[in-house]
Every structure is written in C-alpha cells, then in structure tokens.
C-alpha cells in the first residue's frame, strides 16, 4: 500500500514570495491533515479536512495561508506572501475516516525562508 | 483543555541498555494516548496506542508503555536498546470519541551509544 506523498520535499524562498505544497493521501482516507513542525517543537494542526469539507482550521494562519481539497483526495497547502517564522517543516497525515484513531504520515516539506 | 509533557528534550543511553521516555498528560476527560518516532527524514511512524483498554500497552519494535491515571503518565520502555531506535519520539494525547485532534509533546531525542 502506498503512503501518503508529499511534494516537494525541500524548498527554499525569500521573504515575501509564495509557495505551495502538495499531499496526496493514502487511498480511500476521507480525512487530511496538514500540520506544521518547527525546529525544536511538536507537530501543531494547521487545518483537517473531511473529504473535501473543512473540519477545523482555528489554527491555520489565514492571511497568508491557505489549503484546499477540491476533490477529496489531494491537497494544496499555500503560503503568500512567505515570513521567516513559517520557515517548518510541513506534514501532512491523512486517516480512514473521521474518528479513526491512527493518522498516516508523508515524510514532510521543509521550508526555509530567508 | 488538554496537554502533554515530555519531561526530557534529549535522551542517551548505551546500546543494550534500558530505555526510559517520560510522558505526562493533562486532560479533562479520558483521553487516548499514542507514542510516535519519527527518523530524520521521515514521517511519523505510530509505535503504540492507548484507547482506554489495557493500561501495558506493546508496540512494535519491543517499545511499551503504561497508562497510569494516577500519575497521569504515559511513559515508553524498551528493555534493551538498539542503534536503529535513534530517532525522535513524540508523546501525543488525543480525546477517546469525536474528532481525534492530536496534541502533540515536544518531543524526546534519543541518543544511543555504541
């Protein structure tokens, strides 16, 4: 079974640009997280999707970050206009349903914002 | 609310000796508790969980913790400790019903020694 993908897994920007990251979840998971991890910190939930429907993003940031799910499959995270303190690494899980208990992984996009 | 401590932000130990993550959580009602590792470079990898049945819980690579509400602690043992669990390992709290927003520990580097 493939895991959850993410793309790219390395990215590096000035202050002030945009930037996107991709995730595609693992096949048939409903639910899809994105969490940011900075350096030193543990995983913090930026927002969850359920299929294509926004379950909770009291934390994402929404003057510069945005993420969708049109399809209900892969995700598009956006950051714009970029700061040095997004500088993270991005995670993004994805979970069989709603109130499944166990989140799946991707191996993460780091940015770094100079 | 819910919270979760991770009591050491570095761990080193000798390669065939014990190994000891201290966890402690706050929580207002009975939550789920989880351990993960994640490999430099990789994602999160689930090594055990605690849903409200048996307090000793095993996971995989000889990992296992023990839910203790009186002490509100949740930490994770090996007997015998191996180069490849060098990693980074997260104590995460989760509640028991509804949407599973994981709280995340700041996380424990072990360090094993040849």
């Known amino acids: 079974e493939a895991g959850v993908a993410q793309s790219p897994r390395y990215k590096i920007i000035e202050k002030r640009q945009s930037v996107a990251f991709w995730c595609n979840p693992i096949?048939?998971?409903?639910?899809l997280y994105w969490y940011q991890q900075i350096l030193g910190q543990g995983p913090k939930l930026l927002i969850q999707?359920?299929?294509?429907?926004?379950?909770?993003d009291s934390q994402l940031p929404k003057d510069r970050f945005s993420a969708e799910r049109l399809k209900g499959v892969d995700s598009t995270l956006k950051i714009q206009p970029a700061k040095l303190e997004d500088s993270a690494v991005y995670l993004c899980?994805?979970?069989?349903?709603?109130?499944?208990?166990?989140?799946?992984f991707g191996e993460g996009s780091r940015l770094t914002v100079l | 609310a819910q919270s979760v401590t991770q009591l050491d932000s570095h761990v080193s130990v000798s390669e065939g000796t014990p190994v000891l993550l201290r966890c402690n959580y706050s929580s207002s009602y009975s939550p789920s508790l989880f351990w993960y590792v994640q490999h430099p470079n990789k994602g999160l990898q689930l090594l055990l969980k605690?849903?409200?049945?048996?307090?000793l819980v095993k996971g995989i690579n000889g990992f296992e913790a023990e839910f203790k509400k009186s002490e509100t602690s949740f930490h994770l043992t090996k007997p015998s400790a191996h180069m490849s669990d060098a990693a980074e390992y997260f104590c995460?709290?989760?509640?028991?019903?509804?949407?599973?927003?994981?709280?995340f520990g700041t996380g424990t580097r072990l360090k094993v020694l040849a």
């Open positions: 995460v709290v989760s509640p028991t019903s509804g949407t599973y927003k994981y709280i």
């Open positions: 899980a994805s979970s069989p349903s709603f109130d499944s208990q166990e989140l799946f």
């Open positions: 096949s048939g998971h409903a639910t």
């Open positions: 999707f359920q299929n294509n429907g926004v379950v909770d």
């Open positions: 605690y849903t409200s049945a048996a307090t």
